[in-house]
């Protein structure tokens, strides 16, 4: 079978993890990396072009990854790209995945592509994780995330003027987390997020500060601390680190007490997260057969799709 032909858009932290992951498939060609940033190169020597130029590739990529951020650059590139391409991002603001999902569907019955939505870790593996714990025991699972740092969070931080450079570290609530696990619930705030801002000079910090807080789906919705750093500090701060929880716990009538977790940690997010993207790369002829056209997000795809093995072979390997 022909190698899938893969175009990245956005060559930020996760553009440049996902071209190291795909240039390390045997199955997947890179034909490009598109950005809107001009005079950029790659030290692998995958061509760099300018994201105006995209639309010359019809027909000569198979499937577009959007590595851009989910505040903003995602929100535009995805239905824009979809007219055109069979499209993969990791679009991660929760709330706002219904709508990003129907209107992608739309857009990509329309044009005959396909569109897969939220393929990262989370979302991503956790809504597959919140999905089978609920089927299971019939309650809503609890999600923790952090210690570490957001990549989506942090670039909310920096689009915001007068920032140059920002890092949001996700701070689990520790108490909380001890009574999910026992299947308590609590009114109390899940996690909290501290934001190192590298500000740029004679700017209003305390205006930043409240932009910053004031972000909503990112920070408006939790306890935030902004704290105001220098360059070199702030570079000692900078970490790809980070975990995540998925909890459910149910006692029942009886007595019987049952906790479901899933545990994951990384030393580097985008990796993760890039790694995430090409587990679908490498099947996306097979995803393209089964599903066609319009947009899905992992919840719709079976464990079977994803491996490139037989069924047969599959099912022996992993029951």
């Known amino acids: 079978m022909n190698k899938i032909r893969v175009g990245i858009v956005g060559y930020g932290n996760l553009g440049h993890a996902l071209e190291e992951t795909i240039l390390n498939e045997p199955n997947l060609c890179l034909v490009g990396i598109f950005s ?24 000569k990529i198979d499937v577009l990854a959007l590595c851009s951020g989910s505040k903003s650059d995602m929100l535009v590139d995805a239905p824009d790209l979809a007219r055109h391409f069979d499209i993969i991002n990791t679009f991660d603001t929760h709330e706002l995945i219904p709508l990003e999902l129907e209107k992608l569907n739309k857009i990509s019955k329309q044009a005959g592509t396909l569109a897969v939505v939220s393929a990262g870790w989370d979302p991503g593996l956790f809504s597959c994780a919140r999905a089978v714990f609920f089927s299971c025991l019939g309650v809503t699972p609890t999600c923790f995330w952090g210690k570490g740092t957001s990549l989506g969070h942090s670039e909310a931080a920096k689009s915001v003027d007068g920032v140059l450079d920002a890092v949001s570290l996700t701070i689990p609530n520790k108490k909380t987390l001890k009574l999910a696990k026992r299947g308590l619930a609590t009114a109390a705030p899940k996690h ?16 930043i500060e409240q932009k910053i807080k004031n972000i909503k789906h990112y920070f408006a919705e939790q306890p935030t601390t902004v704290k105001f750093v220098n360059k070199r500090q702030l570079e000692q701060i900078k970490s790809f680190s980070h975990a995540g929880k998925v909890v459910a716990t149910k006692t029942t009538e009886d007595g019987f007490k049952c906790n479901l977790t899933l545990d994951i940690s ?16 490498r099947v996306w002829h097979k995803l393209k057969t089964k599903f066609k056209n319009g947009a899905l997000t992992p919840l719709h795809i079976a464990p079977l799709d994803l491996l490139e093995t037989d069924e047969m072979s599959s099912i022996k390997n992993f029951m």
């Open 192 to 207: 909290s997020r501290k934001v190192y801002v590298l500000a740029a000079p004679n700017e209003d910090k305390k205006q």
């Open 266 to 281: 990384m030393d580097s997010n985008p990796s993760l997260t890039a790694m995430m993207i090409a587990s679908h790369l």
């Open 36 to 59: 809107k940033r001009k005079n950029i190169s790659s030290s692998h020597g995958t061509p760099v072009f300018e994201k105006n130029m995209i639309n010359y590739f019809e027909g």
